[in-house]
């Protein structure tokens, strides 16, 4: 009866809760620390995972994309980057792979927050591949916000036509879309073509909304 008794309040309690789906304001990881989980390769360039981080590097010198496997709409998108080499990168959201140019590497069409291991060259800025180019330039202060060769921290919060990036606690722009491509899509980051490329990636999380 004791036995029946415990298992009666366990039960009410909410015991075995750790099954139930996340609330949907929780803090999802979409990289474990170990493999690619969750992600796809596009492309020719290299991504690995290497001491609990993601390493991509330039190794045939064109596009690459890492992407995921699911597709989001409005979220909150945290993220840890530092460049260990001059070659540009970046993070897209709400994108699509459209298709395979031999010469360049993947086609991928959607924004993408810019990421550059170099000061002044426009790291959380928006830029929209497959259209419109650069619609919105960081703010002069938001152009220093980058901390060369150290891991910086990268916020994305998008909401409907809204999007806001944030630098290492700055606000880099703040920006109201009239014409955006997709409303929802996959989260990519980038391999840029041209060689060079080598950054650093980890703890990836996202919040949706």
């Known amino acids: 009866m004791a036995t029946k008794g415990i298992a009666a309040v366990l039960l009410l309690l909410g015991f075995g809760a750790a099954a139930e789906a996340p609330p949907q304001d929780a803090w999802v990881s979409l ?8 992600w796809k390769n596009n492309g020719a360039e290299k991504w690995v ?7 991509c590097e330039s190794a045939a010198n064109k596009y690459g994309y890492l992407t995921t496997e699911k597709t989001y709409r409005d979220f909150t998108l945290r993220l840890k980057f530092k460049g260990e080499a001059a070659g540009n990168s970046g993070v897209f959201i709400r994108a699509r792979i459209t298709g395979m140019d031999p010469e360049h590497g993947p086609d991928i069409e959607g924004m993408q927050v810019e990421v550059d291991p170099s000061v002044g060259k426009h790291t959380g ?3 929209e591949s497959g259209g419109r180019g650069w619609v919105k330039m960081p703010t002069v202060e938001g152009e220093q916000a980058l901390k060369a ?4 921290d990268l916020e994305v919060a998008v909401a409907g036509n809204h999007i806001v990036t944030q630098l290492n606690g700055a606000k880099i722009v703040d920006y109201t879309d009239t014409a955006p491509k997709f409303t929802d899509g996959v989260i990519g980051l980038q391999i840029h073509t041209g060689g060079g ?13």
């Open 31 to 38: 990289f474990n620390g170990k493999d690619l989980t969750g």
């Open 49 to 55: 995972v290497e001491q609990g981080t993601i390493l």
């Open 197 to 209: 490329v080598k950054m650093r990636w980890k703890d990836i999380f996202i919040q949706e909304k």
């Open 149 to 152: 060769g150290q891991w910086n």
């Open 125 to 127: 800025g928006l830029y």
